[in-house]
């Protein structure tokens, strides 16, 4: 049915419960995984005309050094909920919108299968907070699997 499956991840709780169910879907079909975790760039802030503000070179170093950190733990967790006999890869896409880097982390690797945690938000708080999930769905080439 499935012969590669992308999981994504953020390190969230809600993100593991994707993971879990994810890695059972693979084990149960003989998938092979890659885990993704996508970090966002660092927030540019810009005034009422649209110009932005100067950051240091130093402060986008620890930002990015944060962040590939960050990356590193999240998929080590998740890489340790996979069972020994899953062909398991990982990657992080850094300075990278989710959605988009999801997409063509799919395409890239030649996934079948995305399956990624979601909020389930809805009305104002969808509109105000977006949902990464919905813009996946939306615009993936290959079925999407959400996990609430």
Request: proline share 5%.
């Amino acid at each position: 049915m499935y012969h590669h499956i992308l999981i994504t991840t953020d390190g969230s709780e809600l993100a593991r419960q994707g993971v879990d169910h994810g890695l059972a879907l693979a084990a149960a079909v003989g998938a092979q995984v890659t885990l993704l975790t996508v970090t966002p760039p660092y927030p540019i802030i810009t005034g009422m005309m649209g110009e932005g503000a100067y950051t240091p070179a130093r402060v986008l170093e620890d930002y990015d050094t944060a962040q590939r950190e960050q990356a590193e733990t999240v998929l080590k967790a998740a890489k340790a909920s996979a069972s020994a006999d899953l062909t398991l890869r990982t990657q992080h896409i850094s300075n990278a919108q989710p959605a988009d880097a999801i997409i063509g982390a799919a395409k890239e690797f030649g996934c079948d299968l995305i399956c990624m945690a979601s909020h389930g938000r809805r009305g104002i708080r969808r509109i105000l907070l977006g949902s990464q999930a919905s813009q996946v769905v939306s615009q993936s080439p290959v079925p999407v699997l959400i996990v609430r």
